[in-house]
């Protein structure tokens, strides 16, 4: 069993930067998905990046290439969400995910379901004031 715990959330203004972190234990697949989702208030819970653990390929939303980076630290077994230049409209709460199952490539886990992630952190709350 795979127990995901996020940290890091908090509120920032426009523009500020950061760090969220995903500590995970138990097995986590070397050929599997893991990556971060949010859901803001009223939303649907959506991707905003994903990473397969086979080579660390990772993958992101349109609307947050280029200001968001997903990383993995296997040492530490550890996932984690470095967000910068943030706006409003990335209020949200965030989510770790794994999946259990495997995953033949890295585009596989960006459209992976999200009910095929079948293991979920508690989230942690993103505040981003204008």
């Known amino acids: 069993q795979v127990q995901l715990v996020e940290s890091g959330g908090g509120s920032v203004e426009t523009g500020g930067s950061l760090r969220l972190s995903c500590a995970a234990s138990?097995?986590?697949?070397?050929?599997?998905?893991m990556g971060w989702f949010r859901q803001g208030s009223g939303k649907e819970r959506e991707r905003v990046a994903t990473?397969?653990?086979?080579?660390?390929?990772?993958l992101y939303a349109d609307s947050v290439k280029g200001r968001f980076t997903i990383s993995r630290d296997n040492a530490k077994s550890s996932l984690y969400l470095q967000m910068n230049t943030l706006k409003p409209e990335d209020t949200a709460m965030y989510y770790c995910?794994?999946?259990?199952?495997?995953?033949?490539?890295?585009?596989?886990?960006?459209?992976?379901?999200?009910?095929?992630?079948?293991?979920w952190g508690q989230g942690t709350q993103v505040t981003v004031s204008s």
């Open positions: 995910a794994a999946s259990a199952n495997d995953a033949p490539y890295s585009e596989y886990c960006y459209g992976r379901p999200l009910n095929d992630y079948q293991y």
């Open positions: 138990g097995y986590i697949g070397k050929r599997t998905c």
């Open positions: 990473l397969f653990t086979s080579g660390d390929n990772t």
